[in-house]
Every structure is written in C-alpha cells, then in structure tokens.
C-alpha cells in the first residue's frame, strides 16, 4: 500500500482555537479522501471527505482543504471544542475495485478547557 | 441501523496460544474488512472480502492469521500462534456502494494483549 503521510503526531489547541491537521500523500490513483475520528475505546468514524475534483468541503466546523498540485490535504477544526479532543486519522482511497483504505499514522488533539 | 458488532472486547492470551474474533457487519453489507491498529499507529489493512469471497490478502500473515466469510455474512479472524507483536487493535468494518460512495463503518474493535 502506498503511504498517506500525517503530521503532527500531537496537538494541543485551547479552546475556540483552530486545529490543523496535515497529511501528503503520492499516489496519483487516489481519488477519495476520507478523514476519520477516533475516541479510547471506540472504532475509527467518518468525520468529512472530499474528492479530488474540489479544492474545499466545509461541514460545519470541520473543513478539507485539498491541494491536488502539491498532493497535500489537510484538516481545519474551526473553535476547537474539549469534546473534540480524540485521535484523528487522514486516509486516502484507490480508484478501482477493491476501494482499499490507506490511513496515515493519526493526530492525537487535545482541547483544553 | 445497527452498527458493527464484534467480540470480545478484550482478550488476552499467553505467546503461542490461538485466539479468534467475531465480526458481525451492517445488514446487506457486502464487503467486510480486517484491520490491525498497533498502538499509536493507524489501522492496517489484513484482508478484505466481497459477500464470501477474498478481494485482498496480500497483507495478511498467513502463516498464523486466517479469516473466512460464512455465507457472506459473519466473518472469524483467527491467530494461531500468537506472537508478542500481535498486540493491537483488531477492527472490522463494512461497506456497501452508495451513490458512488463506499463509507467504511467500523465496530469497536476487540484488543488483543499477548503476554
């Protein structure tokens, strides 16, 4: 499997900050950019993707930017909530077939009160 | 709708023994998947399965990890021996095409801790 890069491995944000989260990637084939929350205890949830053919999704306080030329996208948490605090992971799906996940290696955010 | 169910929750087991885990997906679902989460790392892919069928393998250790599919429903991961490095996360999930889509859902996943 190609590798999805993340970073930071850790963020620490105060409340009603803004998180960022980055991830690259090389693989030209993907073509569906999922990114997926992770509480202690819980499986992995789809939290935003967007396709390649956008440069921004926006669902309420969650926005993807995607920069096709660069092979970058990233993920913005607009007024970082304490509830918010989990691990997050950036993944990237192959055209084709067998629509395999590769995940990068999570974003463990806390947002302090 | 209900989630995807797995079990146990917790296991733990001394090297060298076997253990399996249960996945039960989302009704209808036709593809099924295995992943392992070592700590601090994202989940890997181990096997990927279309209704009863193998899609992809290529990650899984065949040497001591099986899987099967019954009746394209259920599915069994099993390790046989265990080794150290097994400790990790094991998480199923499931999917099935919508609107062009394929959203993965994932159960809670069982822990495996081998001593």
């Known amino acids: 499997q190609q590798q999805v890069k993340q970073s930071p491995q850790s963020l620490i944000v105060q409340k009603g900050g803004i998180s960022i989260i980055n991830c690259a990637y090389e693989?030209?084939?993907?073509?569906?950019f999922p990114w997926y929350q992770q509480f202690p205890g819980k499986g992995p949830a789809l939290l935003i993707a967007?396709?390649?053919?956008?440069s921004e999704k926006k669902e309420g306080r969650f926005t993807i930017s995607f920069n096709k030329s660069a092979k970058q996208f990233s993920l913005h948490i607009m007024d970082s909530q304490p509830g918010d605090s989990a691990t997050y992971f950036c993944?990237?799906?192959?055209?084709?077939?067998?629509?395999?996940?590769?995940f990068g290696s999570g974003t463990q955010l806390t947002v302090l009160p | 709708e209900a989630g995807v169910a797995q079990s146990p929750r917790y296991k733990i087991i001394e090297k060298r023994q076997s253990v399996a885990f249960w996945c039960n997906p989302i009704?209808?679902?036709?593809?099924l998947y295995w992943y392992q989460q070592i700590l601090g790392q994202g989940p890997k892919l181990l096997i990927q399965?279309?209704?009863?069928?193998?899609?992809?393998d290529s990650q899984l250790p065949k040497d001591r990890f099986s899987a099967e599919r019954l009746k394209g429903v259920d599915s069994t991961l099993k390790i046989q021996p265990a080794k150290l490095e097994d400790s990790a996360v094991y998480l199923c999930?499931?999917?099935?095409?919508?609107?062009?889509?394929?959203?993965?859902?994932f159960g809670p996943g069982t822990r495996l801790t081998v001593t």
């Open positions: 967007i396709r390649p053919d956008v």
């Open positions: 009704s209808g679902h036709a593809t």
């Open positions: 993944a990237a799906e192959e055209a084709g077939s067998a629509r395999q996940l590769t």
């Open positions: 999930a499931s999917s099935a095409q919508t609107g062009g889509t394929y959203e993965q859902y």
């Open positions: 399965f279309q209704n009863n069928g193998v899609v992809d």
């Open positions: 693989n030209t084939a993907f073509d569906y």
